[in-house]
């Protein structure tokens, strides 16, 4: 672990565009990564944040195969609407590149050629799956099959996503082409493997060992796993049209393997931001006082603990990560995200359907991080912690103090006079929150530092509710004076602190103070404080004030400041809001329970005389009750046009009688009487199931009488 580094390398994972952003995304990597990267910044860091797209792989050229346009196509579509929803988000990255831009391919194709002059690759002809029929080998998510190791149908050629066992293509059971359903061959092929075998001594040392104590137990776990089971040399090339060429001779049509162009993204991004700039990349990446922090979910660990630093270790000149804080996976409404079944809740439609409310989100998410466990995002959950916290707690406290102050000294910050003890304790505990939120912050455990950072606002609010200002005025009004600049520097502090939690709100927090207006009271304060985020374009590290001034500075907001009118923080959701959202997902789970419904296999044939024996009628249901101590069973009376008889029939858990009176149905009339609980039931309702899985009656579509026949 590295003591005070002179530089931050920070990563996020790079997003694949083969779709949007969504809330998992944002609560395992981007969330924790920005407010990592915006404390430091308040901390007078150097800090380069990175991330881009990764454009290269077999997701995208499935998507495209998908919808019938080119891999370009998509990764420019989908780099379009991540790029301005992290930006309209105000996810603070130094540089969003693209692995698609030339420096990524000359970057990546010099880091393969490096390696490969070493002689640190192995040459090796092996046999792969291949699609005759398509005429080409298939890439590992070409092919599903059955996983060997759990049974799952469904498994894919490089992971089963049931038991979550990494795989090679030609382990699964009768596997089956994805891009014609055919059975795939063995066909010899060439290719270049990185042997991690080799590096097994290196990484128990510095894992292991060098980090046994400092990175995450799920991170550290998985990794002693990994090695433990023994280490196996990894293909770093494939046989794909979509990628970087191999750059070596004898490599035509074959391409980088994605998870080794892919970190080399942040390789790449660095060096376009640097030069951008005017500075220079390498200190960024190979200075041993810079601290190089991936901030990655579960799914990427091996990648990031093993892959990615054997391959830096083989290469020779760069440093290796300092953490991996890796984040678990975050579920909704109590089922697991898939972009493919569309159980998501998108970024760039949040955007829209909830406008200048990024905060809430950002809050929702990172005071429910699965940092530890995966956990799970409810809508009203999200409402909860809005109204009942934001709203009630943060946007309460600063709503009270910037209308008093404007009513009792039209906004000018007043005179304290002698402070009372319960003044010096709650100056006193204000200060100690820097460093309690950083203590946290610098262990990666932001949801703990998020409440810290509510705790400042509850210091606030126990402050007013119990000094009662607006009962001190009628009698001591020179004591409301000193109330109120105590409340007030709770208020300045809370603009600082929330900022890497809460951008949004603290710049507007901060104008609402007007601290643009304090240059000249901390003149030469903070030059580093002056650099704008280029590409969260709507928040501006511009701040008068810094973290550490908190504890340091005895006036954050000076007597005769003056500040602005007050506005509401936060607005409460209403349950309309969110039961639109609920309603939304509800139609995503029936369009899916809809789309891989499978019908019943046929049954057995029969001759049309056998049909012929039943009677089936058109009825009416004149009658319902329930059956006593019977849960499922209705009995109704219905007129089938030749009689009115009793039916008994399992339908109470769907139906309530008063809601079936009247209902035309379809009856099987001859069928033989049966007594159900004494009550001899004389015939059968025909019903189905809908999408949903509820029952549904088979009723006549046309004005048919009671009693004709069904044939």
Known sequence: MIQDPKRYTITAALPYTNGPIHIGHLAGVYVPADIYSRYLRLQGKDVAFICGSDEHGVAISMKAKKEGITPQEVIDKYDGIIRKSFADFGISFNNYSRTSAKIHHDTASEFFRTLYDKGDFIEEVTEQLYDAKANQFLADRFVVGTCPKCGNDGAYGDQCENCGSTLNATDLINPKSTITGETPVLKSTKHWFLPLDRYDAFLREWILEGHKNDWKTNVYGQVKSWIDAGLEPRAVTRDLDWGIDVPVEGAEGKKLYVWFDAPIGYISSTKEWAAREGKDWEPYWKDQDTKLVHFIGKDNIVFHCIIFPAMLKAEGSYILPDNVPANEFLNLEGNKLSTSKNWAVWLHEYLEEFPD???????????????????????????????????????????????????????????????????????????????????????????????????????????????????????????????????????????????????????????????????????????????????AKDIIIDKTLGWNDISENPDLLPAGHKIGEAELLFAKIEDEEIQKQIDKLEATKTANIAENKQAEPQKDLIQFEDFAKMDIRIGTILEAEKMPKANKLLVLKVDTGIDVRTIVSGIAESFSPEEIIGKRVSVLANLAPRALRGVESQGMILMTTNAEGKLVFVNPDADAPNGATVN
């Open 357 to 535: 409310k990024q905060d809430v989100l950002r809050y929702a998410l990172t005071s429910n991080a699965p940092e530890t466990k995966d956990n799970d995002f409810t809508w009203k959950d999200f409402q909860a912690r809005n109204n009942n916290e934001l709203v009630a707690v943060f946007g309460n406290f600063v709503n009270r103090v910037v209308v008093l102050t404007n009513k009792y000294y039209d906004g000018v910050i007043p005179t304290p006079n002698e402070f009372t003890e319960v003044d010096e304790q709650t100056l006193a505990e204000l200060k100690a929150y820097p460093a309690v939120i950083s203590s946290s912050v610098e262990r990666y455990r932001f949801r703990e530092a998020l409440g810290e950072l509510m705790n400042v606002a509850r210091l606030g609010n126990k402050y007013l509710a119990d000094e009662e200002p607006w009962k001190v005025m009628k009698d001591n009004p020179e004591r409301v004076k000193t109330q109120m600049y105590v409340a007030l520097q709770i208020a300045a502090a809370l603009s600082v602190l929330a900022e890497p939690f809460l951008p949004f709100t603290a710049a507007k927090l901060s104008k609402i103070l007007n601290l643009g207006d304090l240059k000249e009271h901390f003149e030469g304060f903070s030059k580093f404080l002056k650099e704008k985020d280029r590409d």
